[in-house]
Structure formats: C-alpha cells, structure tokens
C-alpha cells in the first residue's frame, strides 16, 4: 500500500521554532525518520522560520538538542549541510518570490490590496449574515486598472493569493486513508505569500519539498485541511505531488481531548502528563523508553510486542502499519517501559544519566559515589528521578535523624528498640569488613537472639541510618554510606531515644 515508487526516498522534518518541541512534533519525527532508515533514503531537517515574529532561538535549540537525544540523527539540514540547502526557509525567500510572482504572471494566483479594516469588515459581516467565513475573493478580478489603483493607494503593499477552483471537486490521496475529496466552494484563496515578503507555510512547503525532491511527506492529522491547498499548488506549477501520509492524532492517556491542544503538562486522570519533550526529560524518562514508547503510539510493531529495539523497528517500519485513528497516550505504560530499560542498562551508562539528576537535586556526588549506588537503585526505580527518594540521604551534607517515635516498630517500645540498636551497634563495630554479606551475617543471628522478627531490627537501622521509612535494602545502602557514617548516625538515634518516655 506504501511501498516508495521507483525514485529513491527522501523524507524532511519540517518544524517551525516558535516554541518549545512538543511530544507530537517528535513522534512525527520519529515516524519520518524510522521510514528513512527503513527503505534506505535520506532523512531531512528543514527549519521553517519565515513567521519572524514567533521565531525563537530558544525553541530551536531546544529541538535540534531534542532530536539528539533521541537519538534522530539527520543526513542533510542545519549543522550537516547538503546539496539542496539552504535548510533554513529565511534564507530561500528570494526562490520563494520569484515562484509567486512565476504563479502570478500565468494566472495561477493574484495581488490582494485588501487592507486589515476591510479584511476586518467583511469578517464581520458575514458573521451578522451567518455566512461562511473568508476571504471574498475581492481583488481577484481586479482589472489591470483596478489594480493600478489599488497599488497605488495601498502604497504597493499586498498579499498573494492561490487562485483556487470555485466549483468541482478535489480529491487527495492519503496512504494511510486512501482518497480523500474536498468541496471546493468550501476551499478558500490562501495567502502564499505575505506583505513582508515572507512565505506563508503552504507556498515554502510545497517550493521546498519540490526542490529537495522529497519524495513523501509525513506530517500531523491537523493539516488534512490544507492538502487540497497543497495539491492545487504543485498543479499549479506542473510538479508532482509526493506521496502523503497524514498521522494520527495523539489523545490525552484518558482518550479524551488532543494532546496537540496542550502547550504545558497537565493533569489527566489524576497525574501530571507531561506534552513537552523537554519535561520528559526532566521527569527522568530515558531516550530508549521514550523511543520505544512513541513508536507504539499509533503503529503497531506485530506479534503482539511492546518491547523492541530502534534496528528491530527499522527492520520492519513501515506506514501499512500505522493505524489512522487516534491513540491514547498510556503514560502507565511508559512508566513500565522506562523501568524495563533502567533495569537492562549498563551500571556505568545509569550512573552517567544519574549523576545530572542528583546534582540537579543540589548534590554533588562524585561519578565513584553515583556508580556506588547504582545497584541500590537500578532493581527498583521507574524513572531517573525516583533515585532521588531512594538514596538523595546518602549524598546529603547534613543528615537530619528521623524522630525518635519513627525508629520504633511494630510491637516495640522505646527501651526495647535502644537495647536493639546497642546490640546491633556493637556487633557492627567489631566486623572485620563491613561490605553488605558481612553485616547481614551478623545481624540476622542477632535478631533471632533478641527475640525479634528480622523486620523489626533492620527496620529500626533502616530509620536510624537513613531518616526514611522506605530506602533500598539495608545492608546495601550501609555499605555505600560506610562504616563511619553508619556507625555514627545509629549512636545518634541511639542517643535520641534516652530522652522518649
């Protein structure tokens, strides 16, 4: 059904930097780039930054660094270069003039004087006549006299616009939908190119795409409304028009409401749902997870796996399996996803990505101290950020002793869990090694001894050592900490407990 025709595959990511990279905008490409690699063809970046009001520094930056960390390389566009660049559109606005003055002068589109106030009244007056809103197509048939007029008076300021069909009917192809057909007394004369100058999307777009001879475009469901637009343009020019496929639509993980409406995290269904690439980052997703998860948003890999590698996608990406209807956004499941991919990581390559989170934190631990606690961490943590409640304590520069009331247990008194401590101290002091199989030898017996569960002893270290109710395991983390440190902080619950009645 999408099988590339016989010229070779070139595919382009097409963003505009007016803000920061959104999860929707990364799927696509994603999707772009996956096909790429699937049918051996080039994958393109193409910085649409004509709308030089909007136009941020920051949102580039924040999507060329996005797609690094992806893992998305590109083969021609910014910092790459290539045969057909510029890949940045404000340097190509000479290419785009000359092609609407060449769609001008063979009656293919026209001048439009048509100032704000007027564009303004006419808006309003089809509201108050319930009409369908839009240009009224007033200087299309200007005569050359009227024209000479209106230039004259309007100081030659004017807009271009497509001359679309009035009548009949537009029929798009879709990969993923197959034929698509527009009315065309619905379809409205688009600017293609604006007073400043500047191109509109659908003018640079479609003058790109031709001459960096793309050869299909993946882009967002939204955009289905243009694509007689688009087709009419390469019509218009006598190019062919690449093969289109039009992604699904990303619903919130509720299924209710698009993804793509949010422009900051929000809350669905009780949790905060991140939109912005950047704040998966920051809520401690790793690329490989994140990559993983998006591919399963709206195609399908087969044989009813979730889990895979980008080569295993590679291998078999292709758009007959992309579904076009909307796909909820399982956060849960990018939870379970990311832990699976900690839990395979090499302790090095975590302890890498950890150490950031920890300095971000206000820590500053040492790359030996960050490695040191990774094996508390990997078997247990589902993002990069829940290392932070597991083992933050450790890297602390003050400690802060949990209540005295916290250290005693269940079935336990104040007295009895000093006694408990004591014991547990001494026996600790006099180990030869305190690497964690030493100390568990000789605190196990100690808890039978004393007349306690396990539980109740090592629970009342766990508190005594750390302040928390829930850390990684005991011996572990008492080992990581050292014998001075530990020692130290069960005198002081010790010490704390002289004073609980």
Request: charged share 25%; proline share 7%.
């Amino acid at each position: 059904m999408n099988e590339p025709s016989a010229m070779p595959v070139r595919v382009r990511f097409a963003p505009s930097p007016t803000g920061p990279f959104h999860i929707g905008g990364a799927r696509t490409a994603l999707f772009t780039w996956l096909f790429a690699r699937r049918h051996g063809g080039t994958f393109i970046l193409r910085i649409e930054d004509t709308d030089r009001k909007r136009y941020d520094p920051e949102a580039l930056r924040l999507l060329l660094d996005g797609l690094r960390w992806l893992g998305i390389d590109w083969d021609e566009g910014p910092e790459v270069g290539g045969e057909f660049g510029p890949y940045f559109q404000s340097e190509r606005t000479e290419l785009y003039r000359q092609w609407a003055d060449w769609l001008i002068e063979h009656d293919k589109a026209y001048r439009c004087y048509c100032t704000p106030e007027r564009l303004a009244e006419v808006r309003e007056r089809q509201k108050t006549n319930r009409e369908s809103l839009g240009y009224d197509r007033h200087c299309r048939n200007l005569t050359p006299a009227e024209r000479d007029q209106q230039h004259a008076e309007t100081g030659g300021h004017y807009v271009v616009r497509l001359k679309m069909p009035l009548d009949g009917e537009t029929t798009v192809h879709d990969i993923l939908r197959g034929d698509i057909t527009f009315d065309n007394r619905q379809l409205q004369d688009l600017v293609l190119l604006k007073s400043d100058g500047f191109p509109t999307y659908h003018l640079a777009n479609v003058i790109d795409d031709h001459f960096m001879q793309v050869s299909h475009i993946m882009r967002a469901e939204e955009w289905i409304s243009t694509a007689p637009v688009h087709k009419h343009l390469y019509d218009a020019f006598g190019w062919p028009t690449p093969k289109i496929a039009h992604l699904p639509v990303i619903l919130s993980p509720s299924g209710k409401g698009k993804l793509s409406k949010r422009s900051v995290a929000f809350t669905d269904g009780g949790r905060k749902v991140p939109v912005l690439l950047h704040e998966f980052v920051e809520a401690g997703y790793v690329p490989e997870a994140l990559v993983n998860f998006l591919t399963n948003v709206g195609w399908s890999f087969g044989d009813d796996r979730e889990v895979f590698t980008v080569q295993e996608t590679i291998e078999r990406f292709d758009l007959d399996r992309v579904n076009p209807a909307g796909s909820a956004f399982p956060l849960e499941k990018l939870d379970w996803l990311n832990g699976l991919y900690i839990r395979d990581m090499a302790p090095d390559k975590l302890a890498a990505l950890l150490k950031p989170v920890f300095e971000h934190a206000g820590y500053t631990p040492s790359d030996d101290q960050v490695l040191a606690v990774v094996p508390l961490v990997q078997p247990r943590i589902k993002t990069l950020n829940e290392a932070i409640d597991f083992v933050g304590f450790i890297f602390a520069d003050t400690f802060t002793p949990a209540p005295p009331e916290d250290l005693i247990q269940k079935k336990m008194d104040a007295a009895g869990t000093k006694a408990a401590l004591e014991q547990a101290l001494a026996a600790l002091e006099g180990l030869p090694d305190f690497d964690a199989a030493t100390q568990e030898a000789a605190l196990r017996p100690l808890a039978k001894e004393l007349g306690l569960n396990p539980g109740q002893l090592f629970g009342a270290l766990r508190v005594a050592t750390t302040a928390q109710q829930v850390a990684p395991p005991l011996f572990e983390t008492m080992a990581v900490l050292g014998r001075d440190t530990s020692l130290a902080r069960i005198r002081g619950a010790i010490a704390s407990l002289d004073h609980t009645g």
